[in-house]
């Protein structure tokens, strides 16, 4: 299984995966990366920070980190709520045997 752990340096969160087993990953920085824009307007959706897949179609998982501030839990599950819903939209689901969802926060991963 890959592991993910964070590093916060001025301000930016980097997310790095642990993959012990070598297996085919495809780590995709979704927010601040990918400009999904809302109805044909200049505003951005809200979306996660990271898609990633393993091995294909074996899973895919779709990831928020936070940082610590009061609801962070409940922010972070619209925000994939959002992109699920964005990239379900463009994208059968099906195909891929595992789907899941992680919201996380920096500062109890790192307290």
């Known amino acids: 299984m890959a592991k ?3 590093d ?3 301000g930016t969160t980097s997310v790095n995966v642990h993959n012990p087993k070598a297996k085919d990953i495809l780590f995709l920085p979704v927010d601040h990366n990918l400009n999904i824009k809302k109805n044909e307007s200049e505003d951005l959706e809200s979306t996660c920070d ?26 972070g599950m619209k925000q994939i709520e959002h992109t699920i819903d964005i990239f379900r939209a463009n994208h059968d689901l099906k195909q891929w045997s595992k789907c899941r969802a992680y919201v996380s926060n920096w500062h109890k991963w790192n307290a």
């Open 8 to 10: 916060v340096n001025d």
């Open 4 to 6: 993910l752990s964070t």
């Open 50 to 75: 990271y898609l990633l897949t393993v091995n294909d179609k074996e899973q895919i998982l779709f990831g928020e980190i936070k940082t610590g501030r009061k609801g962070w839990a409940s922010e």
